[in-house]
């Protein structure tokens, strides 16, 4: 009698563990969401965390994981994933912090320093040479809504209170600035090639004085100068 008590706590026990266990799971792909993926990459996000993963499609290996948080482990949440093709880089756009990650998968790509650093030539700092490290601009404002330049190192982003930026990936940093007095939508707008450069139509909010449904602004991604026609 003994022995057959035993053995039913030991069968309630491990049925009990299996049903959490699988639960779990359960809660793991519900909150897991798919963001972007290309032919090689799959890039999921697990917004509870502040977590997204890349996962290698053709092996289903996890890559690396990544938390989306700033310096001060303010997390934020995944508005939108670009991929720039030309690049062999993903560009995550983290709409809670001042910051813009870009992920390379160039087997080339320069290592990437995180922390403060003065002098990358004398290899100061802690150099990150995986794959999709994270490659940090820092911003002066949080921003949400981009678009970039599939031929060159540029990004156009504003907020929703009409400030407005051109940003260069290569050096990290805005070359303009702009603050509208009426909100801009470059995630909505269309880039025009013109070989030497490009140029943004970008799209801004309905204007009484021009009559337009939806005003454009032509303006140069290399300059951020203003283009007539």
């Known amino acids: 009698m003994h022995r057959l008590t035993s053995f039913l706590f030991l069968f309630i ?9 699988t639960k779990t799971r359960a809660q793991d792909i519900h909150t ?3 963001r ?11 917004p509870t965390k502040h977590q997204l993963s890349i996962i290698d499609r053709s092996t289903q290996q996890s890559l690396r994981t990544l938390t989306l948080q700033d310096k001060q482990r303010k997390p934020s ?7 720039h093709a030309r690049r062999q880089s993903f560009i995550l756009v983290l709409p809670d912090i001042a ?11 320069e290592p990437v320093y995180q922390g403060w650093v003065h002098d990358y030539q004398m290899g100061e700092g802690i150099a990150d040479t995986q794959l999709f490290a994270p490659r940090k601009t820092l911003l002066t404002t949080s921003l949400d809504c ?12 504003a907020d929703t209170h009409g400030k ?25 707008s269309v880039i025009e090639d013109m070989g030497s450069t490009s140029i943004l139509h970008l799209k801004m909010q309905h204007s009484a004085t021009t009559g ?3 005003p454009i602004l032509m303006i140069n991604m290399k300059t951020g100068q203003q283009v007539k026609r």
Not at 36 to 46: C, I, K, N, V
Not at 99 to 109: G, N, Q
Not at 146 to 157: E, K, N, S, V
Request: charged share 25%; hydrophobic share 40%.
């Open 13 to 21: 026990s491990c049925v009990c563990l299996f049903n959490a266990s």
């Open 32 to 34: 897991t969401q798919l």
């Open 36 to 46: 972007f993926e290309t032919e090689r990459y799959q890039l999921s996000e697990d």
């Open 77 to 83: 949440r995944l508005s939108a994933v670009l991929h």
């Open 99 to 109: 910051e813009l990650w870009e992920l390379s998968y160039d087997p080339k790509a």
């Open 146 to 157: 981009f678009i970039l330049d599939p031929q060159r190192p540029y990004l156009a982003g």
């Open 164 to 188: 407005f930026q051109i940003i260069n990936l290569d050096i990290r940093r805005k070359i303009i600035e702009t603050q509208f007095d009426h909100p801009v939508f470059p995630c909505e």
């Open 212 to 214: 337009a449904d939806h």
